[in-house]
């Protein structure tokens, strides 16, 4: 019975709206209104209002009661087919299997702008799950719609209006771009900042590169990397932010890599290669998709290390401890330090990145970190099976594996920031940097400021196609004007 009921879920919930908006004029159910239990007591309401006159149909309060109703139908013909999509062809609203009302999300957690729209209908969220998709959050991905009933021919029809269609931004209709990012961020589970720091090797399947709303062909992907000691939510300000830019929102597409941030860098920037080209295959496998050979990656500060990695040709420089043997081209070990720029790159943003490194990953904290920090069992083990080929390095070095950690890597004479100056970025990548100087740096030279963490002169890259410092900390990604910048940056996409 449970399986036919979320068949039916599957199948059939876009039908519910029907009776989550009959009337603009309604008056919106509060959140505490009991939900209907059964389809027949759905028809019924239904039934009585469609067949009554529309002064008594503004005033049913029977119907504000259904707009908090989520209901289940095994019997697709008990409701006439009266829903439209007014969206993208490319989506199907049916295969979503659940309908969230916007003003039910909870707001006391939201501490930026709540990017709304009040006129006629109900902002609605669309979300589906599937753990089959490798690419989906825990919690799903979402799609905000509005639903409007028009009557026609004395019969009443609910269009659902994809908000991400271009086709219906200039409609007078109630728009809420906020609730279903504010709905991931509380419904995800995301890597925990702090254990998946020393504890790697519990969070390793978690790994990956996740789309916030349905994949859409016409948009160009942003790829969003969190620093150290961060995660995915951290990106939820400049998600909101940008996306209520129609100029962004029509045009790009965002999704964010997450990654326990201990491990080695050269290993998470392989995953995110790794899963760059996977999402490739899926949904480009001819190659033939102009979009997906523009993507642009934004990472702050350690994440902007893994942009980099992607947009450089290694050079060989960060391969002086790897055998010849040609046997091993396809180990981890030979993926982590031998690459070259991705050609579907086509922008990289570098927001508060250390490319010379940070002296705070030497101070006393970073060192204790470092000591307890454990590097994951599969990443020994390739190290192992790879070095063992190679007679000049002993096992019993531990050295070898510390260095492999991602504060050692960050040290500003670790043999990681060495091996990196001499990368090259590809020269068909445009890259930007967005720096943050400190909030009391008004009366320092340029090149003495820093943002706490890091410092103008190592976030500085030379030949940068821009270059915009702020007078702001080291969350410079979480920073409105550094925001702004990045829309500025997006927008001379063409």
């Avoid at 269609?165 to 419904?187: C, E, G, Q, V």
């Amino acid at each position: 019975m449970k399986k036919r009921l979320q068949k039916a879920i599957n199948d059939y919930v876009i039908l519910c709206i029907l009776c989550l908006s009959l009337c603009s004029s309604c008056s919106l159910a509060d959140r505490s209104a009991k939900p209907y239990q059964s389809v027949e007591s759905i028809s019924s309401a239904l039934s009585d209002v469609t067949n009554t006159n529309d002064s008594i149909f503004a005033k049913d309060r029977k119907i504000a009661r259904i707009v908090a109703t989520t209901v289940i139908s095994e019997n697709k013909k008990k409701f006439p087919n009266k829903v439209i999509w007014k969206g993208r062809k490319g989506i199907d609203p049916e295969k979503f299997n659940k309908v969230i009302r916007s003003n039910a999300i909870i707001r006391n957690n939201w501490k930026n702008n709540w990017n709304e729209t009040k006129s006629e209908g109900t902002s609605l969220i669309l979300v589906k799950k599937d753990k089959k998709d490798q690419f989906l959050m825990s919690a799903g991905e979402v799609l905000p719609v509005t639903a409007k009933v028009e009557k026609e021919n004395n019969e009443y029809r609910l269009n659902i209006y994809d908000l991400f269609d271009p086709k219906n931004s200039s409609l007078d209709i109630s728009k809420d771009y906020t609730a279903p990012i504010n709905y991931l961020t509380r419904r995800s589970k995301l890597i925990p900042k702090i254990t998946a720091v020393v504890n790697t090797n519990r969070y390793m399947s978690d790994i990956g590169l996740h789309r916030i709303t349905p994949f859409d062909p016409n948009r160009i992907p942003v790829i969003l990397i969190h620093g150290f000691k961060d995660n995915s939510a951290s990106w939820v300000k400049l998600i909101n932010q940008l996306q209520s830019d129609p100029d962004i929102r029509y045009k790009y597409q965002f999704w964010t890599f997450t990654y326990p941030t201990g491990i080695p860098i050269l290993y998470s920037a392989m995953r995110l290669r790794e899963n760059l080209i996977k999402m490739r295959e899926v949904y480009d496998p001819n190659s033939v998709n102009p979009n997906l050979n523009r993507m642009v990656l934004v990472g702050h500060s350690m994440g902007g290390i893994i942009a980099r990695l992607l947009s450089s040709n290694s050079n060989n420089s960060f391969s002086k401890w790897l055998p010849s043997e040609s046997e091993m081209e396809n180990q981890s070990a030979h993926k982590m330090f031998k690459f070259e720029a991705e050609p579907y790159i086509s922008r990289a943003i570098f927001i508060a990145t250390p490319h010379k490194g940070t002296a705070m990953a030497s101070s006393s904290i970073a060192r204790f970190f470092n000591t307890i920090i454990k590097i994951p069992l599969e990443i020994q083990d390739s190290f192992i099976s790879t070095f063992s080929l190679n007679p000049n390095i002993s096992l019993k070095d531990q050295r070898l594996i510390s260095r492999m950690k991602s504060i050692s890597n960050l040290r500003p004479n670790s043999d990681f920031i060495r091996s990196l100056q001499s990368t090259t970025i590809n020269s068909n990548i445009a890259t930007h940097s967005i720096i943050g100087i400190g909030r009391l740096s008004w009366w320092k030279k340029l090149e003495t400021t820093d943002d706490f963490v890091v410092s103008y002169n190592s976030a500085h890259i030379q030949n940068a196609d821009s270059e915009l410092t702020v007078a702001a900390w080291h969350d410079l990604h979480k920073n409105s004007k550094a925001i702004s910048e990045v829309g500025r940056i997006l927008k001379l996409q063409h």
